[in-house]
């Protein structure tokens, strides 16, 4: 008589209980979860049901699409036209209308840079080269050389204004910074105390202090027959307040790296400047990449602040289009406009920072 | 700490700490420099016909000011006008400070609560204002927001005696009547007494073990006692009301409609990066801390107190230092919308004679002292709630 093996027969998984899964259950965790959650949720929708519906009944369902001022006046909603009509000047200033493809060459330029940079597309040297050509050839563009008409300065403006002030000042500052922070870390005790005396002094007062400095200020520091231009003059100034945090940053970096990499590389028998040029550096710039990128969004969240010192940037036209008589009123149109703009260009940057440090050396080792 | 020392050696295998020639020569080219700047200013002054040196603060001003702390006519001097910016510079900074701690902590602790929808609403509210520049909240606020609310004679009520109109925000002023100095010192006596019996029942719990409820219990004789003084010295605290007159309200506390966008401004934007501070520090307590305190039956008010707050305030105090330090300096704007604060009287005194270098190196040294005190203040905050080395 032979047994019959008993071979073990689990019994298969129930599924997971009704409460747990499916939608009710989602709102039962996210958003019922107790008395105190109830409380909240419903407060906050009753405040959600009440100005969502209002805000998008101005955008849109109310607002004015084509027409004039007259026609947004009756609908009472928002009155897109207004932006429309101020369009090339919010975008250019009071740059000639007629070269107004010169500052679009250079946009184009930009945007594809950008978007290489982006996708990953380009890298290493050809990357670095293409982006310091970059403001170059926007200046060539619209301010003109090589036979093409030149535009003088005080015509410049608008976004493009903006964007050419945070662009150089980005791409000037992030060399100037890492040779501040180089002679703040390695440097002989007089360079030191000297690049800490500058990071220190930038950091410590307010930029529209420096913005000041360099429209008021400049002019009696320089010889009395040495004129630079306005703008030039608060170019210099972001770039210098920009190398100071650009300096910071790179600090940071450069403790990062351990020092069996200096080790190594002055046994191997290279120089302290190499050491310093080929190994630490450019280790210590892809780890802080991604605050470079915040510094940079930093900067160009800044550059709204030369109107105060007669630069009519982005927001300067802004603030001027709300003032224009025929389309008295209106001011809301444009800052949220504005608030559009400056929110699409900073919250793409912050995605890309965010990107780079899921790439970046310091999300590798976790 | 093993990592501290290689990166001091690596700073130190690298540094160049070079010739004393060399640095002497690095020193005189810097010098040089000063030098030169210092002829140019001075020859350049001269040509302007703009006298140098700080006489001009005793001379008459007689520039307006629309909004001051102290009693001001234009009748007085540079020096005291400039004196009215500073204070508005630190009245705007450290209301601002306070208020963007309180909505900023909530925003934190809002961004991780286990809510969905909360969660969402604040996300977008930081990554909105983060991603704006701050001077263009400003004008949202001062010329969107606070216009669109009604003339004085319409304002709107919010409680007895507080009204917003687009002429500013009006609040009843509290008043000092007799007896009020009996008062606040009994009041201080209290909080004393309160204090004392705080910091006995810590002490208490330590030589016993019992648990005694300290804060409560001081928080307590506190209220209760200065409620008790309230109302033997016979009610000393009134109130004055603002009241409609003519064609605005006379009275009462007014915060004027400058004042308050820079402060509605400064507090959304600041909140914003605070919050972040907070989220990310209570991030970095691990999960299973909380989770290991819950399952020791520790109850959830001991372990925010002892277990949360005490490691995620490292991650949060020494960025929100910056945060206070970039609040003072951007409380600068305040010349965009007219509110007179330093370096919006300074301007003007720079239009009126000239004199930038005097004005700017004014400005400069208040900012630096205003964040010398920050970063001390933070540090001795930050070396109680860091870690103790080993």
């Known amino acids: 008589m032979t047994v019959e093996p008993i071979i073990f027969q689990p019994t298969p998984a129930s599924p997971a209980p009704s409460s747990k899964v499916g939608a009710v259950a989602w709102l039962r965790a996210n958003l019922f979860g107790g008395w105190k959650d109830t409380v909240v949720t419903i407060a906050l929708l009753a405040i959600l049901l009440v100005t969502v519906p209002k805000l998008i009944g101005w955008m849109f369902v109310r607002a004015t699409f084509l027409g004039d001022a007259d026609a947004c006046r009756l609908a009472g909603g928002a009155c897109w036209p207004f932006i429309v009509d101020k369009f090339n000047v919010l975008m250019l200033g009071v740059y000639p209308q007629e070269l107004g493809w010169r500052p679009g060459i250079a946009a184009i330029a930009l945007i594809v840079l950008a978007a290489l940079t982006y996708t990953n597309r380009m890298r290493g040297i050809v990357l670095i080269v293409a982006w310091a050509i970059l403001p170059f050839f926007a200046l060539i563009m619209i301010g003109g050389a090589f036979g093409m008409r030149e535009v003088d300065q005080s015509l410049w403006g608008g976004l493009m204004l903006s964007i050419l002030l945070a662009l150089v000042g980005v791409i000037v500052s992030i060399p100037l910074g890492v040779m501040l922070a180089l002679g703040r870390y390695y440097g002989s005790p007089v360079v030191k105390s000297l690049c800490i005396a500058f990071i220190e002094l930038l950091r410590g007062v307010p930029l529209i202090t420096i913005l000041f400095m360099a429209s008021v200020m400049m002019p009696l520091f320089l010889p009395p027959d040495l004129v630079i231009n306005n703008l030039l003059r608060i170019q210099i100034a972001m770039i210098l307040f920009s190398a100071a945090y650009m300096a910071e940053v790179v600090r940071g970096g450069l403790q990062a790296i351990p020092a069996g990499q200096t080790e190594a590389s002055l046994a191997l028998g290279v120089t302290r400047r190499h050491t310093i040029a080929f190994v630490i550096v450019p280790q210590a710039l892809r780890h802080v990449l991604p605050p470079l990128i915040g510094r940079c969004i930093a900067l160009f969240k800044d550059t709204s602040l030369v109107i105060i010192v007669g630069l009519l940037d982005f927001l300067g036209m802004i603030k001027n289009a709300a003032l224009d008589t025929s389309w008295l009123g209106f001011q809301a149109e444009a800052y949220v406009f504005a608030a559009v703009v400056y929110w699409s260009i900073c919250y793409s940057l912050s995605l890309y920072g965010r990107e780079l440090e899921r790439r970046g050396p310091s999300a590798q080792k976790r | ?390």
Do not use: C
């Open chain 2, 1 to 390: 700490m093993p990592m501290t020392k290689t990166r001091a050696k690596s700073g130190f295998a690298l540094s160049n700490i070079g010739s004393v020639a060399s640095q002497g020569v690095v020193l005189a080219i810097a010098l040089f420099f000063v030098y030169l700047l210092f002829t140019n200013t001075q020859e350049n002054l001269a040509l302007r016909g703009i006298e140098s040196g700080f006489a001009f603060l005793d001379k008459e001003a007689g520039l307006p000011i629309g909004d001051s702390l102290i009693a001001y006519t234009p009748m007085r001097s540079y020096g005291y006008a400039f004196l009215v910016g500073i204070l508005n510079t630190l009245f705007v900074s450290v209301l601002a400070i306070i208020l963007s701690t309180i909505l900023g902590v909530f925003v934190g602790i809002a961004r991780v609560s286990n809510n969905w929808l909360l969660a969402k609403v604040a996300a977008v509210y930081v990554e909105t204002l983060r991603n704006l520049p701050l001077l263009l909240t400003l004008f949202f606020v001062y010329s969107v927001v606070l216009a669109a609310l009604p003339h004085p004679r319409e304002a709107i009520e919010l409680l007895e005696g507080v009204y917003l109109s687009k002429r500013g925000f009006y609040l009843p002023r509290p008043l000092a009547e007799p007896g009020f100095w009996t008062f606040l010192i009994a009041a201080l006596i209290a909080f004393a007494l309160g204090l004392a019996f705080w910091r006995w029942a810590a002490l208490h719990k330590v030589r016993t073990g019992k648990t005694l409820p300290g804060f409560w219990g001081g928080l307590g004789i506190f209220i209760v006692l200065t409620g008790l003084a309230y109302l033997i010295t016979g009610r000393p605290v009134g109130s004055e009301l603002p009241v409609y007159a003519g064609f605005n309200f006379k009275g009462g506390l007014a915060m004027k409609p400058e004042f308050a966008s820079l402060l509605i401004g400064l507090v959304l934007y600041t909140a914003a990066y605070i919050g972040e501070n907070v989220r990310s520090g209570i991030q970095s307590v691990e999960a299973g801390q909380i989770e290991a305190a819950n399952a020791l039956g520790v109850s959830n008010t001991v372990v925010t107190r002892k277990v949360l707050l005490p490691q995620a305030l490292r991650v949060t105090i020494p960025a929100t230092t910056n945060d206070y330090a970039s609040l003072v300096k951007n409380s600068s704007l305040a010349v965009a919308i007219g509110y007179p604060d330093m370096v919006s009287i300074g301007g003007t005194i720079i239009g009126q004679n000239g004199q930038a270098v005097e004005i700017i190196a004014m400005w400069m040294a208040v900012y630096l002292t205003i964040n010398l005190i920050i970063s001390l203040g933070m540090n001795a905050l930050n070396a109680r709630v860091q870690h103790a080395e080993r």
